[in-house]
């Protein structure tokens, strides 16, 4: 059993950062696909981007240019560097871990852009 813990949300003002941190446990990290998802009210749960076991990255076309994920191996954690927030970036978001046959979920950490 895998459990991912997030953190880092919290209320920002647009055009300001946060940084997002999910800590895995367990020793399969560094061998799987790993990413960052978001749900906003009413709305379906979409992939903010995710990253390869070998480093290999994808974004979502709203956080290309102003997200940055990566991935320490060493201490289980995936990270969401988000610049230049907006507004429509307010939502709960999900760190995942895809083993294939399993996917897991981490409890999400909610984030609110609003001046």
């Known amino acids: 059993q895998v459990q991912l813990v997030e953190s880092g949300g919290g209320l920002v003002q647009p055009g300001g950062s946060l940084r997002l941190s999910c800590v895995a446990s367990g020793s399969i990290f560094r061998l799987v696909t790993t990413g960052w998802y978001r749900q906003a009210p009413g709305k379906q749960r979409e992939l903010v981007a995710r990253i390869t076991r070998g480093g290999n990255t994808a974004y979502a076309d709203s956080a290309k240019g102003r997200f940055t994920i990566s991935r320490d191996n060493a201490k289980n954690t995936v990270y969401l560097q988000m610049n230049s927030l907006k507004p429509e970036d307010t939502a709960i978001y999900y760190c995942?871990?895809?083993?294939?046959?399993?996917?897991?979920w981490g409890q999400g950490t909610q984030v609110t852009v609003s001046s």
């Open positions: 995942n871990l895809d083993l294939g046959v399993e996917v897991y």
